[in-house]
């Protein structure tokens, strides 16, 4: 379970000067983490925090540090721990979904800048079918009525748990091979052709 809130996150990142969405800046890191056995919190915060000052002070960093190594230890444990830094229940449909699809977008970056470049055609065939549908997931756009009906609200209550758990599959299935590769010193991480949905998106922001 996470420490820190959406909310806090969101004010912490805005107080840092940052341009992220707190959903996105967490998916970043949860895709680097499924590509990294080693991905450390200063290279997250570089990618998150332009000012250098600021991303060094320790008193505004204490929501972050606590939100990586949350997230770490939830992805890293046998427990299914894990959940993604969406948008509290309390907030209107619509806006948790864009942070659905921000967290999303978030992922892809992070996963296709987190570790070194591994072919495409050596990821199993289960992760490249999650990786298409977060592809989708974060390209979608929702337009809704109000705050959503109940069918609505279950719909997306299903997408975030199909996440959650494609990401956890993911996680697993990558970092053992990644690990053992570092420790064979073989090169390790993913790399995404040119062409492929899942590449590269750019810079983060």
Known sequence: ?????????????EGLGSSVPAAEAHGCLVGALCTSPHY?????????????EQRNDEDSQQALR????????????????FEALLPDDDIPLTARASGLS???QGF?????????????????????EILNDLTHIGRASVE?????????EEAYAEVVEYVRVGVQLIHDELIPAAAHRIE???DTGIEL???DTNADPGPLH
Do not use: H
Request: proline share 5%; glycine share 12%.
């Open 184 to 186: 064979t010193g073989e």
């Open 108 to 128: 892809l970056y992070g996963f296709g800048t987190g570790g070194k470049p591994v072919k495409q055609e050596e990821l199993p065939g289960n992760v490249n």
């Open 193 to 195: 052709d040119d062409d």
């Open 66 to 81: 606590l939100l990586y190594a949350d997230t770490l230890n939830a992805l890293r444990g046998e427990d299914m721990e």
């Open 102 to 104: 921000q967290w999303c």
């Open 40 to 52: 450390p919190m200063e290279r997250w915060l570089e990618e998150i925090i332009p000012d250098a």
């Open 1 to 13: 379970m996470l420490q820190v809130t959406f909310a806090e996150v969101a004010r912490v990142l």
């Open 144 to 152: 809704l009525e109000g705050d959503g009906n109940e069918s609505e």
